[in-house]
């Protein structure tokens, strides 16, 4: 009787004794060497049990949202269970410093399955490199777009409530030669780096970091930017031509809520870039309008 | 929208943004983030969790449907998962957590038509190896752990979720026959669910309150019933009525619960003197975890004694009914798991 993604969602204490049998028989057959090795064969099978805990899916019923693995075919989700078994078991055949190829390792194991075979890896190598596999890749590829540059832009704006960590941060932005961020910043907040040096800029400038790294992993920050950019795009001239106008759908589009907008505008009124109480149409006057457009619209 | 067409990997770069990325990466990730922790375990003796402290259940949620979206040529993939794009370069657990969903992800969508094997093994939880059904309950209450303190720093209420895991490792732990082990499973359940009222200070044990806990009975215990000649028969009873019993201790006192029918009745001995020939209140911590106790009076938190406790410090009263036997083992251990804490105080 096999299991699935939905019997571990739904039926946990039912389908633990199967997942561990699967789980267990996979672990010995990627530990090679370490097969025997009852501490290693459960180190492997607690790290997919653990996993499947803490993403909501075994035992979590009703509770998390149904997500990825809940879309997969059975055969995929044990393709999934499978690859998962695998990886820990390689990471603790490195970690015990065997000088295992992983290949070769492969090989030995005394399974006949076609996924055994080391001719996987050469097949996965057509797959392509995996995305973001660095930090390094991953800031070069928000730094370089402007959706994601612009909640950067964002969170240093937001540091406009303790000028001292707002120039702390300018300042390295100006040594850095990050010339188009800097001047954007400045020209908005009307600021200089004239004048003399603060002695205590060290300290702000950890507050500052501290702050930034808050703020850039909000969802409210996402939130207020996409707003932003998105009445940039989608506001009209109102009907007498005085200000702008723009509906809540337009701001929704196909992949925000309504409280979704209804947050992102919150953070635009806190930050004294529009004026909004709830109306189902979002007006604005020409001053925050250009305001709006200057600091966030598409380059 | 993009001034770019970057969707990570090799995809070309345009515009020389490298010096803004290596400060925005030394401001995202904290110089005590040398090293992936989520790689190494802390002991290579006793399985133990892996993400604790280093678990951030909402953006960790996230992962495989970010991973399926890149996958999927999703255009605006980052665009949508754009504080957990953030979040990665700040988080080494969570990134190479990102490593592995997509790595086993991508593996799993190219093979639409995986075999799968036929498995062999137990089909029960009192068959599969007690010592991986005493991580499961840990993983458990770790996670419904999580759940709170997230919602706490939300605002939000995620007591449901919690209490649903804590249950399901309360009827897990049920199975794990050895009682060390079962205690082990069990050790952070009461630290875990008294934070449903939020977090609170460590408990500090008052002076007037007495606090009960069970106590394992050893196989030494009930070996002694066997000397003197006693035949096997004997012993086995006596193993029986042993385990038929939920002993309880609070400092030097002692105390036990047993079962009449239905009712559940909990014996106490020796208790102070300030207590005698007053009511007492008993507060069963875990009560409210599971239903198939009916507490007399309905809150397991203020069971309140019909009788005073007697000039010898006796107190004899009946707590509750249930359909669970202490006669049957795991309905045993799940009453016992019950009684992790159980106070008594004077009645005001």
């Not at chain 2, 007690?130 to 458990?140: D, E, F, N, P």
């Not at chain 2, 007037?208 to 012993?235: F, I, K, T, W």
């Amino acid at each position: 009787m096999p299991f699935s993604a939905h019997d571990l969602r739904y039926h946990a204490e039912q389908s633990y004794p199967l997942l561990y049998a699967y789980l267990h028989r996979n672990a010995q057959r990627f530990l090679g060497s370490l097969k025997y090795d009852a501490f290693e064969v459960d180190t492997v099978i607690g790290h997919v049990v653990e996993q499947l805990v803490r993403l909501g899916l075994l035992g979590g019923g009703d509770h998390t949202p149904h997500a990825a693995l809940d879309q997969l075919s059975d055969a995929q989700f044990y393709a999934f269970l499978n690859r998962s078994v695998r990886n820990k078991a390689i990471d603790r055949l490195r970690k015990r410093r065997l000088q295992v190829n992983t290949a070769a390792e492969l090989e030995m194991a005394d399974d006949d399955d076609s996924d055994n075979s080391p001719l996987n890896d050469a097949v996965e190598s057509l797959w392509g490199a995996t995305p973001f596999s660095t930090p390094e890749e991953i800031t070069l590829h928000v730094t370089s777009q402007n959706e994601l540059r612009s909640v950067l832009k964002h969170c240093i704006m937001v540091l406009s409530a303790a000028p001292n960590q707002l120039q702390a941060v300018m300042k390295e932005l100006h040594e850095i030669g990050a010339d188009e961020l800097f001047e954007d910043i400045a020209d908005e907040l009307q600021l200089s780096l004239a004048g003399d040096p603060n002695p205590h800029i060290s300290q702000h400038k950890d507050h500052a970091h501290k702050k930034l790294r808050h703020c850039l992993q909000q969802q409210s920050s996402h939130l207020t930017v996409m707003v932003a950019l998105r009445i940039t795009l989608y506001t009209k001239h109102s009907a007498d031509k005085k200000d702008y106008s723009v509906e809540m759908s337009s701001l929704t589009q196909t992949d925000l809520s309504i409280s979704d907008v209804e947050q992102g505008l919150h953070g635009l009124v806190t930050e004294g870039l529009l004026s909004w109480d709830g109306e189902e149409i979002v007006h604005l006057t020409a001053a925050q309008m250009k305001r709006l457009a200057r600091f966030y619209k598409e380059d | 929208m993009s001034d770019d067409t970057v969707t990570g990997g090799d995809a070309p770069m345009h515009g020389d943004y490298t010096k803004l990325a290596q400060w925005l990466q030394s401001v995202l990730l904290p110089s005590d983030q040398d090293e992936p922790a989520i790689l190494t375990q802390k002991n290579d003796t006793q399985l133990e969790l892996v993400l604790t402290d280093d678990y951030h259940q909402p953006f960790y949620q996230q992962l495989p449907d970010f991973a399926l979206a890149m996958l999927s040529g999703d255009p605006l993939a980052t665009i949508h998962y754009t504080p957990l794009l953030y979040h990665l370069v700040a988080c080494r657990p969570c990134h190479a957590a990102y490593l592995d969903f997509y790595d086993s992800l991508r593996y799993a969508l190219h093979n639409q038509d995986y075999r799968q094997q036929f498995i062999q093994g137990t089909r029960t939880l009192s068959g599969t190896p007690h010592r991986m059904l005493a991580h499961l309950c840990q993983s458990l209450i770790s996670q419904a752990e999580a759940l709170l303190r997230q919602a706490h720093h939300d605002h939000s209420d995620n007591d449901e979720a919690a209490r649903s895991l804590l249950q399901m490792a309360l009827q897990v732990s049920s199975h794990i026959t050895q009682n060390s082990l079962r205690r082990q499973a069990l050790q952070d359940l009461v630290r875990v669910a008294t934070l449903f009222d939020g977090p609170t200070s460590p408990r500090t044990e008052e002076s007037n309150v007495y606090s009960y806990s069970p106590v394992m009975a050893s196989a030494g215990v009930l070996r002694r019933g066997g000397r003197g000649g006693q035949h096997a028969d004997d012993v086995l009873r006596a193993q029986r009525m042993q385990s038929a019993i939920i002993h309880l201790q609070a400092r030097n006192l002692e105390g036990f619960i047993v079962q009449q029918d239905d009712m559940l009745e909990l014996h106490l001995q020796h208790l102070d003197a300030a207590l005698h020939e007053k009511q007492v209140v008993i507060s069963v911590l875990l009560g409210s975890l599971l239903e198939p106790i009916r507490w007399f009076g309905g809150n397991p938190d203020a069971i309140r004694s019909t009788q005073a406790v007697d000039e010898q410090g006796t107190l004899v009263m009946p707590i509750g009914t249930t359909d669970l036997r202490l006669s049957n083992p795991e309905e045993r251990n799940l009453l016992e798991a019950l009684f992790l804490i159980l106070e008594v105080r004077t009645a005001n």
